[in-house]
């Protein structure tokens, strides 16, 4: 008796699905808007979106006879290194992305006003960038930490860093790699105008 209850509530719960209406085209109806607008000395790299609207054209139509529905596209996959693999040869050995989609480095401004660098690219290639960078520059890498993002610095008097010891953090955004300048402990963000000032000098070699 139990088990053809639940045989029965089963076909009716898979019933149901098919009985349930398909709104995936609904987005066509929805409300255009213009895009945000980012005050002159803040920097925003998210123009590119990550999954289009498919026949970006056609939303204003709405649904039309014959559509089935829209298959959200899937996210890109993760690829996990097996055991033993040196992640950092691998990041090494990337080929380079195609021409125009590594982006820009920019500098601006955090939301609290601190200089930041935007890099819309990859961590293996940002850190690449950045390293090569900092060559051209006076200031000199005593110690670095690809696992962690983090160059260790020691920089000229011109910069004002008291005391001139310094840290080069690169993190994970939605927007790419942040660079941005910490105190030699790691522990707070770099004063702002001394942290312009390095971030001006990796700035103009990337």
Sequence with gaps: ?????AVTAAALALAGCGLLPDNSLHYRDAKVIEPMTVPG???FIGDEPLYAVPRVDDRIVGKRD????FKAPRPPQ????APGDDAEDDDAAAPAPPPGQQGQAILGKDGSGYPIIMMPTSFAWAWEKV??????????VTDRNRDQGVFFLTTPERYQMQPPQAQLKL???TNGIQVAVLN?????LA??????????SVHREL
């Design 78 to 81: 993760l690829v996990a290194a």
């Design 131 to 140: 390293s090569q960078a900092l060559t051209q520059t006076d200031l000199r």
């Design 1 to 5: 008796m139990h088990r053809s209850i």
């Design 171 to 173: 993190s994970h955004t």
């Design 191 to 200: 004063d702002k105008a001394p942290g312009l000032a390095i971030l001006e």
């Design 184 to 188: 030699g402990e790691g522990t707070a």
């Design 66 to 69: 014959g559509e089935d529905g």
């Design 41 to 43: 000395d803040m920097v």
